[in-house]
């Protein structure tokens, strides 16, 4: 890094902006000089304009049509010759170019990468004057480009009508340079193991050697590995590479990471769809586990959410197999962000296709968004999440459990039901008091599945608390009271089940406590206790046919389960 | 589609593609990130005038400093603060410092140290901070403050924060005549530069191609088959040698396949680093290193940010130039099977040149093409070194002894190369340079 000292009074004192205002008037007088100053200025604000803006925008086109009128006038008849300086650039001596702010110095750049005149030839084709803007433009906008510098470029550009004279092994002067610096640095610890590099391979005996022409045709599979084509193979090759020694632990994950993610880019900057849908296999075929999900999370990019919406003809769901494969690496909150506005069925059926295959690498960017779309597309992502993310069942669960919309809410228990990690208790048994029975029976199955003994009270109070429990209802909390707490439960059973004596008893004939004695029967069919099975039987005797046949049902549940789970 | 709309899709291809893996608010994000960074580290600087660096004051700020530290790292790899009188840059986008001091009086700061920026080529644990810190408010030392400073930071621990000079650029054209390319010379920066860059590297810096590139251009314009980047390197560490040789090697092989001029820049470039693996730490010996070293390499490359078609034509060579061309499944790129090649032949030199000599081994490697070597490459190299590759022991017609001291020069003359007398008694070079295409014959070539 070096720094520049700014001429004498033009240090500036206000920030460099953004903007592309007028930059400090050029002193040029000459007619030939003015023409210069123009058309340095329009290179340098066309450079920028990429960092502004997008480049198909129309300004861009107007800075590119403007630099291209300029470099025909400045060239037109003579070539044009301007010397750089460090902040300046210079045509026959008169000052054509002043820019003392590194950061937007295009003179600057010019002079640091050891570039000290240019020479553009009359009529210099307009090709070339595009690959001249071209590497100025990368220079000035490429924040991390440190491959290489104008000078390199220039000279790898080998162009015809524009000659650049640049020093080479450039480095600027020091101001007070230490001269024991390099000598101190030297062998702080760059010592590689003695033996590098051994053992030496087993070479076969010597044979003899002689001068043999090599027909051009042998050369060429050597040149194949310089060109477009060439280097995507070589990003997916090396993608490959890295995944690989990523997965056996040689390579850290953030470091393979981060190289997929600048293949991707690169790959999308180049709309290489082919290969970007190459990359997703490759990542597709990893096996399964972080290190993928990883790798599946960073590749997430909201740009190829176009091309693969862009495939889906409008009024159908049907995702070409090339776009299908580019699935992996489109967000899901991209894709459920445009479903949102999306008012195609087909798009919107393929947009929860898109969040769906993003699972389990994206699910908690689904589980935010779960409350706020519409039932079908949030209880089909539930659904998807309890299958291939059930970590996060809880969650998606957690964040529709109040949905206004039963049938949501009744798949969130569900999913919730077989999740993974912590329910939130206090909510659910909110939801015991819930207006539909659908809900309530849904949270008696969850709480009776997660057996938390908190819960028993209050599940207790909703079996002794209404009477007008349908028989699936009460049949869920009794079977949620077994699993709760053992003990407690039988306690209760028993008491349920004790037949009524006295008038209270007779007046009633028992039904009055049908609910209780329902769900006792069902909660016995799920409790451990050896005499359950007895107790039923023993129900069955005395009750009436409804009764009798909800006892006989829950001894054949009974045994399935029991058959079920040996 | 008409010209300029053309030019704008082609545009911005190229500069998607040199911006690949870049947020796109990444300009932004260091600017604040950047300003926010100079500020602290401004602050820090202020506040050792009331606190000790080890004092609790310095706690929330040093952990704020390491936080803003390590995510500017994230986004650029390597962060370059540069002080220019009243101005602060970091990675070359000017950082706002009005009505902020911390910042603003950065340069001054840093001038006591003969220091006009540091560059950071990794996160900051806290320790590190206070001694960095630390370090920048004490006094300059007599004599060679950046220096001393430079040591005693590597002292503490300190040693991926590189200090850089005040620079100044004149502003009169006097260095624009035209260069010099003495291979001699050209080759004494390529070494220096070498040694430096391993020096970062296994001091855990990103690796910094560019000054790597330029040296690897120079040595191309001066022609790589001069005699200087032949000779032997006594005076340079082995590991430097071995890679300016390899180099040498690969960039020959590179010209006789008539690669083109950017391909071979990037071969030279991935040639000078191809080892670089063997800097990190723990890597192993023997065996182990071999193996694992490879791997390591190509992990250091990785630590430079940003996508390029040099970056991967590098890791790849990096990654696979112990690689077998026989083995189908693990076939290398052609660097890959080029640094093989001049590897290979640097090393059987180099371990069994004094019991054979160096045309048979060629004529080993050569027979081992299409198992261990890309057989074209492997006559490739055999046209380019010649029948007697360079440093040679020859035994001459007339009983003098002599090294060879340059590749082949054509086909016409492959087997009469360019030889540089010994004194007979103590083998040393003795300045006379005979060339065997004007008369003179070899007896035999020797090993050693």
């Known amino acids: 890094m070096t720094q520049p000292q700014p001429p004498a009074g033009g240090t500036r004192t206000t920030p460099p902006t953004a903007g592309l205002e007028p930059e400090r008037a050029p002193l040029a007088t000459s007619d030939g000089g003015q023409a210069a100053a123009a058309l340095v200025l329009a290179l340098s604000k066309a450079a920028r304009s990429f960092s502004l ?61 050891g ?56 480095t600027p002067e020091e101001d007070n340079p230490e001269p024991e610096e390099r000598r101190r640095r030297s062998g702080q610890g760059a010592r590689p193991p003695a033996g590098f590099d051994t053992p030496f391979p087993l070479l076969p005996p010597p044979g003899p050697i002689a001068f043999r022409s090599v027909p051009e045709e042998a050369l060429a599979p050597l040149r194949a590995e310089d060109g477009p084509e060439a280097l995507v193979h070589n990003a997916l090759r090396l993608a490959a590479l890295l995944l690989h020694e990523a997965g056996r632990g040689a390579v850290a994950p953030g470091e393979a990471r981060q190289f997929l993610v600048e293949v991707r880019d690169f790959l999308i900057a180049d709309g290489a769809l082919a290969a970007l849908a190459a990359l997703a296999d490759l990542v597709a075929r990893q096996p399964a586990g972080e290190l993928r999900e990883e790798i599946l999370r960073a590749l997430g990019d909201a740009r190829v959410l176009a091309a693969v919406v862009a495939a889906v003809r409008p009024g159908t769901a049907e995702l070409p197999p090339e776009a299908a494969r580019l699935l992996p690496l489109v967000p899901a909150s991209a894709a ?13 059926a393929v947009l929860v296709r898109i969040a769906e295959a993003r699972l389990p690498a994206d699910a908690e960017a689904v589980v935010s968004r779960l409350s706020s779309l519409e039932p079908a597309a949030a209880r089909g992502l539930v659904q998807a999440i309890a299958a291939r993310a059930p970590a996060w069942a809880a969650a998606a669960a957690a964040a529709l459990l109040e949905h206004q919309d039963v049938r949501l809410q009744v798949e969130a228990l569900k999913a919730l039901e077989h999740a993974e990690g912590d329910v939130p208790a206090d909510r659910l048994l909110r939801l015991l008091r819930a207006g539909q029975e659908a809900v309530r029976i849904g949270v008696a199955q969850v709480l009776g599945r997660r057996g938390q003994p908190s819960a028993f009270p209050a599940v207790e109070e909703a079996l002794t608390g209404r009477r007008d429990l349908s028989h699936a ?63 039923i039987e023993a129900v069955a005797k005395g009750a009436d046919d409804e009764l009798r046949r909800h006892c006989f049902a829950t001894l054949a549940r009974r045994r399935h389960e029991g058959a079920r789970h040996g | 589609m008409d010209e300029l709309t053309r030019a704008q899709t082609d545009l911005g291809r190229a500069l998607g593609r040199a911006r690949a893996g870049e947020d796109r608010e990444l300009a932004q994000k260091v600017r604040e990130g950047g300003e926010q960074l100079a500020h602290m580290l401004g602050g820090l600087l202020k506040l050792t005038r009331t606190h000790s660096p080890d004092n609790h ?64 080529h990794g996160p900051l644990e806290v320790a590190q901070i206070r001694a960095l810190v630390a370090g920048l408010a004490g006094a300059g030392a007599p004599g060679a403050p950046r220096g001393s400073l430079a040591g005693w930071l590597a002292e503490q621990g300190v040693g991926s924060v590189e200090l850089t000079g005040i620079y100044r650029f004149q502003t009169t054209r006097t260095d624009a005549e035209a260069p010099r390319r003495d291979p001699g010379e050209v080759l004494g920066r390529l070494l220096e530069l070498v040694e430096e860059t391993f020096e970062n590297l296994a001091a855990g810096r990103v690796l910094n191609p560019l000054p790597l590139r330029r040296s690897v251009i120079e040595a191309l314009e001066a022609g790589i088959e001069a005699p200087a980047f032949w000779l032997a390197f006594p005076d340079c560490p082995p590991h430097a040698a071995h890679a300016v040789e ?78 077998d061309f026989g083995d189908a499944s693990l076939r290398p790129s052609t660097f890959g099977a080029i640094l093989r090649l001049a590897e290979d032949y640097s090393n059987v030199v180099r371990l069994y040149g004094a019991k054979v000599t160096r045309d048979a081994a060629l004529g080993a490697m050569l027979k081992a093409g299409g198992k261990l070597y890309q057989p074209v490459l492997a006559q490739l190299l055999v046209n380019a070194l010649g029948r007697f590759p360079p440093g040679t022991l020859l035994e001459l017609a007339d009983g003098r002894h002599g090294r060879s001291t340059a590749p082949a020069r054509g086909e016409e003359l492959w087997d009469k190369p360019l030889v540089r007398l010994l004194d007979p008694t103590t083998h040393r070079p003795v300045g006379e340079l005979v060339d065997l295409a004007r008369g003179g014959a070899i007896r035999r070539a020797l090993p050693g």
Do not use: C
């Open chain 1, 336 to 348: 459920l962000d445009l479903l949102a506005t999306e008012p195609d069925e087909g798009r919107r």
């Open chain 1, 115 to 170: 570039v000290r005149r240019l020479t553009f030839e009359p009529e210099v084709p307009w090709a070339e004057l595009l690959a001249f803007l071209e590497i100025v433009a990368i220079r000035s906008t490429g924040i991390r480009q440190q491959e290489e510098d104008l000078a390199t470029m220039l000279r790898k550009a080998e162009f015809g009508g524009i000659r650049v004279v640049a020093v080479e092994g450039f």
């Open chain 1, 53 to 113: 803006y997008d480049p198909a925008n129309a300004v861009v086109r107007q800075f590119l049509s403007d630099y291209q009128q300029k470099a025909q006038l400045a060239t037109a008849g003579t070539p044009l010759v301007l010397d750089v300086l460090p902040f300046d650039l210079l045509r026959e001596g008169e000052l054509v170019y002043r820019e003392v702010d590194r950061e937007r110095s295009l003179a600057f750049k010019l002079f640091r990468d």
């Open chain 2, 246 to 323: 390899v180099a040498m090697t690969a960039l020959l092989l590179g010209k006789a396949a008539r690669l083109p001029s950017g391909f071979l820049q990037d071969l030279g470039i991935a040639a000078l680093v191809h080892d670089a693996g063997y800097l990190a730490p723990g890597v192993g010996e023997g065996a182990a290193g071999l193996a694992r070293h490879p791997v390591e390499g190509a992990r250091i490359v990785l630590r430079q940010r940003g996508f390029s078609e040099a970056k991967l034509r590098r890791l790849r060579a990096v990654l696979e130039h112990h690689r």
């Open chain 1, 473 to 535: 209802e009460a049949d869920a909390l009794g079977r949620a009271l077994a699993h709760l707490h053992q003990a407690r439960s039988l306690d209760l059973f028993a008491r349920w089940l004790e037949p009524r004596k006295g008038l209270l008893g007779r007046l009633t004939g028992g039904r009055q406590e049908d609910p209780l004695r329902w769900a006792a029967v069902a909660g016995l069919g799920a409790h451990p206790a050896p005499d359950a099975v007895a107790r």
């Open chain 2, 57 to 120: 004051a310095f706690d929330a700020p040093v952990a704020e400093f390491g936080r803003s530290l390590a995510a500017l790292g994230e986004l650029l790899g390597t962060v370059h603060l540069v002080t220019v009188e009243d101005q602060v840059y970091v990675n070359d986008i000017r950082i706002r410092s009005e009505g902020k001091a911390g910042s603003k009086d950065l340069g001054s700061e840093l001038r006591r140290h003969n220091t006009g920026g540091l560059s950071f």
